[in-house]
């Protein structure tokens, strides 16, 4: 039988101790058991149901899907169809996060085109992007209908910016 500390644990599903904590206190990964002298140690079942999740998470998973992926996990005997659902919605969200990476990334190149046309070489009080960055959505900036959330580019969601440092650490 394993028997792995919070460490080894750790290192195994490459999973921070902190979050490892987290998913402990918020009730998705059981609390472990304890030795006689008090100290915790981790079981076969809690090293699966933890790789389990970081890969679930690793997907993009919000924590209350991964709760039911994991209750699905558990109960081996239901209609994967469930997970296939779950999984397509995933797979629409991200699709919707590209969407607006892409919308993300048209902006940000008008931004730079911009700024090598009018005034890349000068000051920063004289750059267009810096102009645009600080104009109101009001169609009054110099980017306004290219670059900026006045071409109706919506404002860039906690999502998208958590899946793109999720794209840069790949």
Known sequence: MLRLT?????????????????YEQIGLLPRPARASSGHRYYRDVDLKRLTFIKRCRD??????QVRVLAGLFEDGDRDCVEVRDLAQVQLEQVRGKLEELRQLEVSLEAFVGSCNAACS?????????IGDLTAPCAGASRLAHSASCCAGIPPVSDDVKFFATELKRI
């Not at 919070?6 to 101790?17: D, K, M, Q």
């Not at 997907?59 to 209350?64: A, K, L, S």
């Not at 070489?121 to 992007?129: E, F, N, R």
């Open 6 to 22: 919070i460490g080894a644990l750790s290192a195994r599903t490459n999973c921070t101790v902190p979050t490892i904590r987290y």
């Open 59 to 64: 997907f993009g998973f919000p924590i209350e």
């Open 121 to 129: 070489g000068g000051l920063t009080k004289d750059c267009v992007i």
